[in-house]
């Protein structure tokens, strides 16, 4: 049973970075694509972006809100996951969960589909954007 | 604003069954998976439901999922206290290019 664990949150001024990493126990990360979800304090779930696989060219996908101020990487050698963010605003103040992405594969005729779903989450690290 | 609507709240009696709906666009639901997860307060989310309809091990057959259009549901049968929880619904955005959720449905056992 794979466990993720997030760490590197804390506190930070408006305008600072800080990195969040998300090491895997228990199984490999490196079929899977792995994504970074948040919630601000009493807020619901945001989808902040995602890394693909090495057999899809480590394809990195961003919400609209951290485009061009985060950026995922991952080293597969270690089973880990990284989130660098940069440009902090107080607005990114959130729990940050980085969370398994997990793919069924469905042939329709000849074609062959992937369908992803978020599986395996961690416990999540806080992250507070404060002056 | 999310991108997806749920009603915010829901409530039922225990032994009840509580659907929650999750209503989308052709570019999320009308066209890609949709699942469900379980938020109970301090806790990070769990997988309840995938591919619209599946459960994970180790989810009791009182949780279903089910999809028509571009609109999803969740239904919980047989209503039990630890049942209380926030429940959200996710889906790929083919236009957004991202995961979307919808805002999260409060669900209270009376």
């Known amino acids: 049973e794979v466990e993720l664990v997030e760490s590197g949150g804390g506190s930070v001024q408006p305008g600072g970075s800080l990195r969040l990493s998300c090491a895997a126990s228990g199984s490999s990360l490196s079929d899977h694509y792995v994504d970074w979800v948040r919630q601000a304090p009493g807020r619901g779930l945001e989808w902040v972006g995602r890394i693909s696989n090495k057999a899809h060219r480590y394809t990195r996908d961003y919400a609209a809100s951290v485009k061009g101020r985060f950026v995922i990487s991952r080293d597969d050698s270690q089973n880990s996951v990284t989130l660098q963010m940069k440009s902090l605003k107080v607005e990114d103040t959130a729990v940050y969960y980085c969370v398994r992405e997990s793919r069924d594969p469905l042939w329709v005729g000849e074609l062959l589909y992937y369908l992803h779903y978020m599986d395996v989450w961690g416990r999540g690290t806080p992250v507070t954007v404060s002056s | 604003q999310s991108v997806l609507t749920q009603p915010p709240s829901a409530s039922g009696t225990p032994g009840q069954t509580v659907t929650i709906s999750c209503s989308g666009s052709s570019s999320n639901t009308g066209r890609n998976i949709v699942n469900w997860y379980q938020q109970v307060p301090g806790t990070a989310p769990k997988l309840l439901i995938y591919?619209?309809?599946q459960r994970p091990s180790g989810v009791p057959g009182r949780f279903s999922g089910s999809k028509s259009g571009t609109s999803a549901s969740l239904a919980i049968s047989g209503l039990q206290s630890e049942d209380e929880a926030v429940y959200y619904c996710?889906?790929?955005?083919?236009?957004?290019?991202?995961?979307?959720f919808g805002g999260g449905t409060k669900l209270t056992v009376l």
């Open positions: 591919r619209d309809n």
């Open positions: 996710t889906v790929w955005d083919d236009s957004l290019n991202g995961w979307v």
